[in-house]
């Protein structure tokens, strides 16, 4: 995948789009070497990189500079940034301004959390020629007003919100919509309903594609293992088990040995010798 054009060229062909965060060049670099249809430098950056509990301590240069680093590490691929808490919150012009700050930094597209009371933001940026993609279900930035990170869209009401949201969104332009931490039935009536391109965190099997968090699909904290997340790897236990090896190694001196070691092979006359054997 390259542009936004084919993701809706995936949906109409019922080819289901694959979707990872990445937040830095290293591993961007393996992505790009991947089947990985899409990036998502996602604002959940401040808490799998930064240490942060939420997402709401992202800001726009945080974000620009992963997804600078992320570019210069996967180029092919495509690159949606995400808005910041708020950062779609303080008009046109301060909306105009970020998504610059982004796709200037790399991103060939941009995420944003919600709709209601923000449709003229997203709405300037469509006509202004930047990819919007939505957020709906549990959008993390809103944690301290949704009381934790929960699931979304239960009941009549929330699900009729959640579809009327999904469409206006639709409306306003916008070329894809994840739908995060929603029941698996919800998730089907919207992508059901709206012609875009539905992209599931927590939204079961029925959406045109999936999104997870690089670091949990790779296991890399040993204790989130929430019941949408499948893992691919033990990460943690893999790098751990490299490190103590590591340390082990290095208390023993057993590294560096020879090989691993730099030497001047030359005599004093500037001749040259054999290496030491250790
Ligand atoms: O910031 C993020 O990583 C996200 C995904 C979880 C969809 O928004």
Same mark, same amino acid.
């Given at each position: ?19 990872? %965060? ?23 950056? /401040? ?16 974000? /620009? ?13 495509? %690159?949606? @940034? ?22 200037? /930094? @790399? ?20 006509? @202004?020629?930047? !990819? ?69 965190? @927590?939204?079961?099997?029925? %959406? ?14 040993? %204790? ?51 290496? !030491?054997?250790?």
């Amino acid at each position: 995948m390259k542009t936004v054009r084919d993701f809706a060229r995936f949906r109409a062909a019922g080819r289901r789009i694959s979707m990872v %965060t990445c937040y830095d060049a290293w591993s961007a670099r393996i992505i790009q070497a991947s089947r990985i249809d899409c990036i998502l430098v996602g604002d959940s950056a /401040a808490m799998v990189m930064h240490g942060h509990d939420s997402t709401i301590p992202a800001t726009v240069e945080m974000m /620009a500079a992963h997804v600078a680093a992320v570019r210069r590490g996967a180029p092919d691929k495509l %690159t949606i @940034g995400d808005f910041p808490f708020l950062a779609h919150r303080q008009g046109v012009a301060h909306a105009v301004a970020v998504a610059e700050r982004l796709m200037k /930094a @790399g991103a060939q597209a941009v995420k944003i959390e919600g709709v209601r009371g923000h449709e003229d933001a997203i709405g300037a940026l469509v006509e @202004g020629g930047v !990819p919007v993609m939505g957020h709906l279900g549990l959008t993390p930035q809103s944690v301290h007003q949704l009381g934790g990170f929960k699931v979304q869209a239960r009941g009549e009401a929330a699900a009729a919100r959640l579809l009327a949201d999904a469409r206006t969104l639709a409306e306003l332009g916008a070329f894809g919509l994840v739908l995060e931490a929603v029941p698996s039935e919800i998730a089907r009536a919207v992508t059901d309903e709206i012609e875009i391109p539905t992209i599931g965190i @927590g939204a079961g099997p029925h %959406t045109s594609g999936q999104v997870l968090v690089l670091h949990d699909l790779l296991g890399c904290d040993e %204790t989130f293992r929430p019941r949408f997340v499948r893992r691919y790897l033990e990460g943690h236990a893999l790098v751990r088990r490299a490190l103590d090896r590591y340390a082990e190694d290095v208390e023993n001196n057993e590294f560096p040995s020879t090989e691993e070691s730099y030497h001047d092979t030359t005599d004093s006359h500037g001749r040259r010798v054999a290496a !030491p054997a250790r």
